[in-house]
């Protein structure tokens, strides 16, 4: 069997991570929020981020993906094979998203309350 063959780190974080790209993108803005930063991520900016088709990121958005994934945003976009010696021994490199568990509630609650709303706005 192949293993798949990934563009970026953040593609493959994101596609072997337990979120759907919606899920991912709300999980982040909880992190943004609970950094106390203005930032948001839609699906289509994320697949531009996994394809490494990044012109400018702001600043913002740089420091909650560097956070909410545990890698430099430069790493998040560049080959998973790239990964430097220090990142490959170190905590940070293997796949996966560090959110703690005050993330993980934070986008559950958001998401419970956009569902909430909707069903509201329907009846």
Known sequence: ??????????????????????ETCRAYEARAQQMKESA????????RWMRGD????????????????GHRFEVLLGSPH??????????TAA??????????EAAAVMAAHESFEHSARIA
């Open 1 to 22: 069997m192949a293993t798949a063959q990934y563009r970026t780190l953040l593609e493959q974080i994101v596609h072997e991570g337990p979120w759907t790209i919606e």
């Open 40 to 47: 948001t991520l839609s699906p289509r900016q994320l697949a």
């Open 54 to 69: 990044v012109a400018q990121a702001r600043a913002v958005a740089q420091r909650v993906a560097e956070a909410f994934w």
């Open 82 to 91: 790239d990964l430097s010696e220090f990142e490959r021994h170190s905590g």
């Open 95 to 104: 796949p996966g998203l560090s959110v703690d568990v005050e993330s993980l």
